[in-house]
């Protein structure tokens, strides 16, 4: 899933995701189970809706692609099919695509297999990046980025403790309270003219 602003939003108290927008450019692509080929849909923009923190429904609106391809019951590819509409809906389960209904005047072609050409199986803007996929929130970091934060961490923490060492007493601060060195001295003289 790719697009140009990707938003994911939580419930904070349950620690669950809630929903997800991705804007402009939304670009979903799954890699065919079964075949060599790969699932497409596109739109402006796309809003979807997790249940126990997985993705369940999506939505794309506006200028909506799709190539999806069609199997019959004993998993033989029959129809690739291609098409173009204003929305698209799509219901998923386990990360799969179980449904795509395509709505307000959509146009859709199906072609068999061996008369729907290669270069045509891609839809404009189509980047497979399986091996980027994230798989754990592990993932959202690359290692360098990780032990540089670390790094940045470390050097902070050393410097707050650095800023939390209690200032030297100033000669104002130990005298403070007690009379001064001139009172002092004219005190010890009284003192001495007295004997």
């Known amino acids: ?6 938003h994911l ?35 402006q923009d796309l809003f979807g809706k997790f249940k126990d923190n997985k993705l369940s429904t999506v939505d794309l609106i506006k200028n909506t692609e799709k190539i999806y391809y069609m199997y019959n019951d004993k998993n033989e590819l029959e129809m690739i099919d291609k098409g173009v509409s204003s929305r698209i809906h799509l219901e998923l389960e386990d990360n799969k695509i179980q449904t795509m209904t ?13 008369q729907f050409p290669e270069n045509a199986r891609k839809l404009r803007g189509f980047v497979w990046r399986g091996d980027e996929r994230i798989k754990s929130k592990d993932d959202i970091f690359p290692p360098e980025e990780l032990a540089l934060d670390a790094k940045i961490l470390k050097e902070s923490l050393a410097k707050d403790l650095e800023n939390e060492k209690p200032m030297e007493a100033t000669k ?23 004997k």
């Open 1 to 6: 899933m790719t697009g140009d602003v990707i």
């Open 9 to 43: 939003i939580g419930n904070n108290q349950t620690e669950k995701l809630d929903s997800l927008k991705v804007l402009n450019n939304a670009f979903i692509v799954q890699k065919d189970t079964l075949g060599t080929g790969y699932n497409q849909v596109k739109g």
């Open 102 to 114: 395509a709505y307000v005047d959509p146009k859709s072609d199906s072609y068999p297999p061996d």
């Open 172 to 194: 104002e601060t130990l005298e403070y309270g007690k009379p001064p060195k001139k009172e002092k001295a004219k005190a010890k003289a009284k003192n001495t003219k007295k």
